[in-house]
């Protein structure tokens, strides 16, 4: 067995410590899901209709990838479904042309 010096912090494996960064990502965007409006939630749901199930592989997808580096990290459920911000807004003006 190696001894380390009292004075230098423990050495976890790097995968460890992205194992934690997921779940505490993933722990914040639970914690938050209620916060979400309403009318994101229909628009999700229909999007995720109109695409046969598609969107739903695609956020199922999103969330593994939480924590996994900084521009996965999210403070919270409104910034995560932020992202599909720009898919609803471009189904909602193909819809009303």
Do not use: H
Request: charged content about 25%.
């Amino acid at each position: 067995m190696q001894r380390r010096n009292a004075a230098e912090p423990p050495q976890f494996p790097q995968s460890a410590l992205c194992e934690a960064a997921c779940y505490r990502a993933l722990e914040r965007i639970a914690a938050t899901v209620d916060a979400v409006d309403y009318i994101t939630y229909a628009n999700l749901a229909n999007l995720n209709a109109a695409l046969r199930g598609g969107l739903l592989d695609l956020i199922e997808l999103q969330l593994k990838c939480v924590g996994a580096g900084p521009t996965l990290d999210f403070e919270d459920a409104a910034e995560f479904l932020a992202r599909f911000r720009p898919v609803i807004d471009a189904a909602l003006r193909r819809r009303l042309q």
